[in-house]
C-alpha cells in the first residue's frame, strides 16, 4: 500500500505564497498520477489539481487555475503543490493522493491518501 506525506502547510498573509510537496517513502512516484485534494471546514473535499505519472499533464480547477502549479520532481521522488496569490477561501487541509485519472481537464477521485497538511490564509 502506497503511503504519502503531506509537507509545507501553514499561516499565510492573504497575497502570499506557500509551496506543499507530498513524498512517498518507499515507492517510487513515477509510477503514479497524483492529486491534490483540499478540505475546509464545514465543506466537502474538492479536487484541487493533479499531475500525470509522466508529468505531461496537469490539471487545475477553476478557483486556482492561474495561481496554483503542480510539478514533480523525479529525483527527490516529490510532487509539489506551489500555491501563489492565497486567498482567506484557499484555508483548508490539503491531502496528496493518488489517482487514477488526471489529464488536462479532469481528475478523478483519490485511492491512496496522505494525513494532510494545514494551510491557513489570513490576516
Known amino acids: 500500500q502506497v503511503q504519502l506525506v503531506e509537507s509545507g502547510g501553514g499561516l499565510v498573509q492573504p497575497g502570499g505564497s506557500l509551496r506543499l510537496s507530498c513524498a512517498a517513502p518507499?515507492?517510487?512516484?513515477?509510477?503514479?498520477?497524483i492529486g491534490w485534494y483540499r478540505q475546509a471546514p464545514g465543506k466537502e473535499r474538492e479536487g484541487v489539481s493533479c499531475?500525470?505519472?509522466?508529468?505531461?499533464?496537469?490539471y487545475h480547477t477553476d478557483s486556482v487555475r492561474g495561481r496554483f502549479t503542480t510539478s514533480r520532481d523525479t529525483s527527490k521522488n516529490t510532487v509539489y503543490l506551489q500555491m501563489n496569490s492565497l486567498r482567506p477561501e484557499d484555508t483548508a487541509v490539503y491531502y496528496c493522493a493518488t489517482t487514477l485519472l488526471c489529464g488536462s481537464y479532469y481528475l478523478g477521485p483519490g485511492d491512496y491518501w496522505g494525513q494532510g497538511t494545514q494551510v491557513t490564509v489570513s490576516s
Open positions: 499531475i500525470s505519472s509522466s508529468g505531461d499533464s496537469t
Open positions: 518507499g515507492f517510487t512516484l513515477d509510477h503514479y498520477n
